[in-house]
């Protein structure tokens, strides 16, 4: 960044888990998390601290981490330094979020957004959701809407994607009867500590209702419990052995911990209980295409496209609250765009024989 000092720049970061927040404080990073960083950018801008990296402290002094539940209404208000952002980075953050939770947030977010300020956001995570004065640029990343003055856009088609669905620690979108609703309510409004005391009471009585366990397990992951998220999903498996759903979570958790392996277990346990599991295959695609092995990550997802093939254009499918016939264009498109790279790979190896 040119002139660096001429800029008045402020870098916030929220959070609903304080102990996330700490963490983020403390700037330090194990091996895994540099596997997709140039050497030269984390010798450059961090410090060797026994097994960890730890960020340059000028560069920690720049960033502010704070407590910040996006769903609570007076959010931004009890925070005006927050407003007026040129940039708003939200990843994987809306797919913890109800439909109406998702839109609520947005309306927030361009209400602080500066005209020309950028609002960056995991693919499809705001399909399908009112993007007025938001102007959509695609990357193989992320998504990225600048706002503008005029009233452009409509709800958006579904990008080609570059990357993979990627529904972190969202198990499905579970519609279980009172009492359980209210603690999807609490989840669906980042009430996890709520959530999961009101589940802990239920279970006094009522240890063997799977649905309320499939719901602790999801609180205890979107909060960053992953031991009792495992725990919670174990439960659930125990009291109903034949759901491939509590695998997928269990995959998730695992996959959030860097056991890439420990986590395509799980998706095929999940696959092996349900033969038509279509997240199961997308994830399992996922990790393969991480692990560079473009074969079996484009069989994965084959396998997907041929159960979506079955299904109503108009079926939801869970947990990517988008139906059959959009998550189809998707893996058509992602299964295209890899087979192209498969064939340059083939070309290349050709080329060197």
Known sequence: MPDLQGWDILITGTDINEESLKKAGRGRYSQWSFRMVDKEIRGKYFK????????????????????????????FPQNPEICNMDIIICRNVFIYFEKNAVS?????FQRVLNIGGYLVAGHTELYG???????????PEAVIYKKTAELKMQPAKIPCLVNPLRPVSRLSRIKPPNPNREIEEYIEKGRHTEAIAKSESILITHEANYDLLCLMAQAYANS??????ESACRRAIVVKGDSA????????VAEARGNDEEAKDFLKKAIYLNSAFIAGYLELGGLYEKENDIRRARKARAAALEFLKALHAQTPVKPYDITAGELLEHVECLIGIRDVGLRSAESGERSRL
């Open 245 to 252: 759903d509590p695998y997928l979570l269990l995959a998730q």
């Open 104 to 108: 609520a947030v947005l309306k927030k």
């Open 224 to 229: 960053g419990d992953y031991e009792k998220a």
């Open 48 to 75: 060797r601290r026994q097994d960890e990296w730890e960020i340059h402290e000028n560069i920690k002094k720049m960033v502010k981490f704070q407590y910040g539940n996006l769903i609570e209404a007076d959010f």
């Open 129 to 139: 959701h009112d993007l007025t004065n938001l102007h959509q640029i695609v990357s």
